[in-house]
Every structure is written in structure tokens, then in C-alpha cells.
Nanobody, 125 residues
Framework: QVQLVESGGGLVQAGGSLRLSCAAS????????MGWFRQAPGKEREFVAA????????NYADSAKGRFTISKDNSRNTVYLQMNSLKPEDTAVYYC??????????????????WGQGTQVTVSS
């Protein structure tokens, strides 16, 4: 069992930055792929970025490329999402997720087995 707790959300003006954190516990995450998803009101949950613990390769949604960076701190069992140049359309609840794979990078919600409770990000224009 893996427990995930997100933090770092908040209100920011357009063009600003936020860094989200996802602290994982319960299992070592060496063999897990970690992802960030988001869900805006009235919309489906969508993929943002993923990183695998072993190969350290990453995958980004087109909307995140060039603005967001996913990274991890093995010693703290924590994954981060650095978000720069934020836009009002980035407003959503952001979720951290995990599934068992040492080298995965899936963008599909159905592949992820563990989810955090979400953290709200609001970008004002």
C-alpha cells in the first residue's frame, strides 16, 4: 500500500509559479512510476506529467511542456511539480498518483493504482 499526500497548492497570479509536493509513504518507490494529474470543474481528469523512479525518465502533456518540471527526491520519497508561467487555464485540483512499474511513464488514469487527495491550484488573470 502506498499513501500519497500533496501540498503546495494555492492562489497565484498569471505568470507566477508554484511548486507542488507529493510525499509518499508505505513502500519504497524505487519500482513505482509517479504522475501528476489535474481536474478542472466540469472536466475530466487529465495527465500532466510522469516520472519513473528507476530510470528517472519523464513524460509531459503538451500543455505542460516547457513550463512544468517533474522531479523527485529519493531520500525524502517525494515527487515535485514545478509550475512556471502559470495561466488561468491551469486552474484545477492537482493529484499525485502512483503505480507499480520501475520504468513506466503512463499518461492514462486507469494505469495508476494510488492517488492522493488533491491540492487546489487557482491562477487569477
Amino acid at each position: 500500500q502506498v499513501q500519497l499526500v500533496e501540498s503546495g497548492g494555492g492562489l497565484v497570479q498569471a505568470g507566477g509559479s508554484l511548486r507542488l509536493s507529493c510525499a509518499a509513504s508505505g513502500r519504497t518507490l524505487v519500482t513505482y512510476t509517479m504522475g501528476w494529474f489535474r481536474q478542472a470543474p466540469g472536466k475530466e481528469r487529465e495527465f500532466v506529467a510522469a516520472i519513473n523512479w528507476w530510470r528517472r525518465s519523464t513524460n509531459y502533456a503538451d500543455s505542460a511542456k516547457g513550463r512544468f518540471t517533474i522531479s523527485k527526491d529519493n531520500s525524502r520519497n517525494t515527487v515535485y511539480l514545478q509550475m512556471n508561467s502559470l495561466k488561468p487555464e491551469d486552474t484545477a485540483v492537482y493529484y499525485c498518483a502512483a503505480y507499480f512499474s520501475p520504468s513506466g511513464d503512463s499518461s492514462r488514469t486507469q494505469d495508476y493504482d494510488y492517488w492522493g487527495q488533491g491540492t487546489q491550484v487557482t491562477v487569477s488573470s
